[in-house]
């Protein structure tokens, strides 16, 4: 039961995503170029909700669904590595035209094309794990 929950959220993001165009080319585009607020405001409000939605899950100790503590580790802060991780997927962003998450709604909306960049995101992250060892962390 808790499968089909998971499906329906998804189907549910995936329009939401879809029809706020947050999986949209052209928005993307035009926020890369500073031509419009729309993905900022959508950009922005994601990053309200998920800092509320974290305080909530930490002050009220929610648990998941199968009863486990929800445990968020502390990051060690670093420049280097933030402003490293964030051009490298900024640039990945901007040349496939899609973060992680829209390229879903993408290839679901039937956007054939977006199956190259997926492909190349689960081969990046299965390179990633071979070498995660090896890498600054």
């Known amino acids: ?18 029809k706020s165009e947050a999986a949209s080319w ?3 585009y035009e926020m890369f170029r500073f031509e419009s607020f729309h ?5 922005g409000t ?6 509320i939605f974290i305080q909530l899950i930490k002050r009220f100790n929610i648990k ?7 445990v968020i580790e502390d990051k060690e802060k670093s420049i280097a590595r ?13 040349l496939a035209g899609a973060c992680p998450g829209p ?5 679901g909306a039937g956007f054939v094309p977006i199956i190259i960049v997926l492909i190349s995101a689960v081969l990046g992250t299965f390179v990633y ?9």
């Open 39 to 43: 993905m900022y405001g959508i950009i």
């Open 1 to 18: 039961m808790k499968k089909v929950l998971y499906i329906v959220l998804g189907l549910v993001f995936g329009v939401i995503m879809y």
């Open 64 to 70: 998941t669904f199968d009863g486990e503590p929800i």
């Open 129 to 137: 794990g071979l070498l995660k060892d090896k890498l600054p962390h």
């Open 82 to 94: 933030y402003l490293i991780g964030g051009i490298i997927f900024g640039l990945g962003w901007a």
């Open 26 to 28: 052209f928005r993307i």
């Open 103 to 107: 390229i879903f709604v993408l290839v």
């Open 46 to 51: 994601a990053l309200v909700f998920g800092i």
